[in-house]
């Protein structure tokens, strides 16, 4: 490994693969989750200012340090020459763009030989040489935006929130460790919230950073809002004199309960926030695109939803009365991101649509969308995709990053009408070696007469003739789309190179379908949706190709609760359940959240509220906990202990419960993750425990189920051994174990 690391090194700049990447033996063409570690991570392209070149990230994961590293690379935007890596340092390098009209490059660094060092702003000749900070704030750069005349920028830093620490009420207790906490708020997904963003703007020449001004200074508001925002919540104006920023100036118990968030105009010569630009306007309103005088940005329309229809709205910035018109009031999708044409006279947007995330452009005075990326154009298996960044060009091309089920990102240019171009080839000699998967897609009749997407993922080398055993998957969000994502953790193309077919329904309550489709879901969780999963289920049962009594149920977060609400109403339909950072007890997950919103809107209200009939339908009926004595079948459990969204308690509930019933069942926690599983050894151990499982349940015959049998009758020998002569009475299952795999039951 090390004489190959070497020779990569001498390689780098005549290929597209790094030296940092790890070094990984395929057998048989089989896709494990250690070559899955090993692909290279492609994203934030940035085209510089005349248009030729290509900037974008790659990064490395590495198990034996357990850590990833990002790095810069550059290419032409014709693709007709290798990528170059020109960093190849031993700390990531992020949020890279152009300066000085291309000669230069700012990107964030943290020098890993200087002591207590933070992430700042550098800046390097185009080809990697003369690399240099250039900023020196006290807590670091998370992020940043350059002006448009070079002169100004904006960057990302962290500032005290609170009174939360013993010092601060108790100077001479420096060695008091405690939360003193008066408010709501006080955590946030997977941090104790002591700290939070603000806005830093000052001066910037190209070799230095000068007067930093923090914008929001003597406040505790966030901008931008944790813990999705970053530099897409900042705008300059064509002019460079003023800045918009996203902010929800709200805290505490109001900051809980609201996603009432504004875009600001900050006046930079004044050093003044000068005016609220969506005054009124209630729900969510984030990514502010600027065009001369006109600002794009997206917005929702109701305060506490926050999976609301995103809408494109369009300003002009020049009418002290200007009111935002709503570009897609006529187009039933909602967007996730948006770019302007060169020309001023579109807006380059992708959104979730009937199971893909293609890219659109919407003509700003008809308000006419148009289809940039083909969408099912193909009617062929593997002919699916998501689209990712938006980088338009003056000729009329899109430079964006593309994947699905099989592939992961890489960087294409795409035209109106024309099949995309690939241009960066960094998977591609790991992708060679794999054996191939197959993408379908079908329609499956809800109980309610509806059309819902599924998609199926068949296994290498898959014989129609065969049966296989199948993993069901549960999306989380819950209105997140099950489009053609690419995980590093839900990776359908691995489930499906373990031999399982995998089914991934688009059910209620997800983007892609309609308003309708996507808000259905709130205050009916344990409703129609369930009914939407259970007739896919049945509906693939029926395929000739699928063993229906080797089906296993999977999904984290609300997935998650899918599964432990489905562990208790599938009447046998599933042979096993796997369960990640899921709800368990809905009573409980109202008062432990720390985004009240999000419970509120989808729940309806708290369990004390007896005359809110949405809430107690939903404490009463959509509530996994209340069917735990219909447990019959083997669940697994995972979860992060820095999990503050959904805490880790639920989890400890859920396996508690299937072990005093008796049930077989397994619990997995990370006391380093959070609400996913980042870190690569983790990240092998869950990938492991997972196929585990899974094998145990649904593969008569496996080494899993070989050597969990093994460890029963061991377990089982020393109990009779123990209990010779006496009775110990333990909690029986109520009803019978539903065991499918013969060798274990």
Known sequence: MASLAALMALTACK???????????????????EVLLALGRVSDPQVSPDGTRILFNVNYQNIEENKGNSDIWVMDTDGKTPAVNITNTPSSENNAVWINDGAMIAFLYCDPKKEDAKTQVWVMNADGSSRKPVSELENGVDGFVISPDGNKIVMISNVKYGKTLPTDHYPELDKANARIIDDMMYKHWDQWVTEVPHPFVADFTGNVVKDPKDILEGTEYESPMLPWGGIESFAWTADSKQLIYTCRKKTGKEYAFSTNSDLYLYDVESGKTVKNLTEGMMGYDTNPRVFKDKLAFLSMEHDGYEADKNRIMLLDLKGDSAKAVDLTENWDYSADDIAWAPDGKHIYFLAPYMGTIPMFRINIETQQVDTISPVNSKEEDNKYYDFGAIVPLKD????????????????????????????????????????????????????????????????????????????FFCEGGPQSPVSQFFSYRWNFRLMASQGYVVIAPNRRGLPGFGTEWNAQISGDYGGQNMKDYMSAAEYMKQQPYIDGDRMGAVGASYGGYSVYWLAGNHNNTFACFLAHAGIFNIEAQYLETEEMWFVQWDLGGPRWEKDNAMAQKSYREANPINFVENWNTPIMITA?????RIVFTQACQAFNAAQIRGIPSRMVLFPEENHWILRPQNALVWHREFFKWLDTWLK??????????????????????????????????????????????
């Open 396 to 471: 009329g091309k899109v430079i964006t990053l593309r994947h699905n089920y099989a592939d992961p990102n890489e960087i294409y240019s795409m035209e109106m009408g024309k099949e995309p171009v690939q241009l960066t080839h960094v998977n591609d000699e790991i992708l060679k070696q794999l054996k191939p998967i197959t993408i379908k897609k079908e329609i499956v009749k809800t109980t309610d007469g509806k059309d819902m997407t599924v998609w199926v993922v068949l296994p290498p080398d898959f014989d129609p003739n065969n049966k296989y055993p199948s993993i």
């Open 700 to 745: 008569p015959g496996s080494e899993a189920a070989k050597a969990y049998k093994a460890e029963q009758e061991a377990k089982a020998k020393i109990k009779a051994e123990e209990n010779k002569g006496q009775e110990t009475p333990m909690p029986k299952v109520q009803n019978e174990l539903h065991i499918t795999n013969p060798d274990l039951k």
């Open 640 to 644: 992060g202990e820095l999990d503050y």
């Open 15 to 33: 290929s597209d693969k790094a030296a940092n990447a790890l070094a990984i033996e395929i057998k048989d063409g089989k896709f494990t989750p």
